[in-house]
């Protein structure tokens, strides 16, 4: 019974930690829902292969991702010129593309959320300011800043699992 239990806790954690990885690339949840397998497999488990020392630990680099992610997104869009406003067309874009990108049977979702992304900032701050040139900037801005957030999650992701990994590796 606990070696069933057992298995179906690490088929879980894969589960949670394959969708939060994908996810990074699509929205900024992925490496909360990798927290929220990590959790659950702790609970699973007794908290005797993931300790709560180690979930702190997985809590803060999850935490410094979030931080990292509102710097790069914010400094890429303000590095050339975004206004606050475009920045937050910037999100909403991503989202929108990537809903939208996903109805082309999922292929378009990486396309679909890039454009939303250059489309939401560059359409609020040619709104605001009506100056093709600075709306080309924003949006290039934010994509710059995007593609910061998702490197530097992946990182993070990657150590998160190596983490993981080590200490069920450790209790076989």
């Not at 009506?130 to 710059?144: D, F, H, P, T, Y």
Request: aromatic share 12%; with cysteine.
């Amino acid at each position: 019974m606990i070696q069933r239990m057992e298995t179906l806790a690490l088929i879980i954690l894969v589960v949670f930690l394959i969708t939060g990885f994908a996810a990074i690339f699509f929205t900024t949840f992925g490496t909360l829902i990798m927290m929220a397998g990590s959790v659950l497999y702790a609970y699973l488990t007794s908290f005797q292969i993931l300790t709560p020392k180690v979930l702190l630990v997985l809590l803060l680099l999850y935490l410094l991702g979030e931080l990292l992610e509102f710097m790069f997104t914010m400094v890429g869009a303000k590095a050339f010129g975004a206004s606050n406003a475009a920045a937050f067309g910037a999100v909403a874009g991503g989202i929108l593309g990537a809903i939208i990108g996903t109805s082309f049977f999922g292929v378009g979702l990486i396309v679909g959320t890039f454009c939303g992304i250059f489309l939401g900032a560059f359409l609020v701050e040619h709104l605001k300011h009506k100056e093709w040139r600075r709306s080309v900037k924003a949006g290039i801005g934010s994509l710059v800043g995007r593609v910061g957030s998702i490197f530097t999650k992946v990182c993070i992701a990657l150590v998160m699992v190596v983490i993981i990994v080590s200490r069920i590796v450790a209790a076989i």
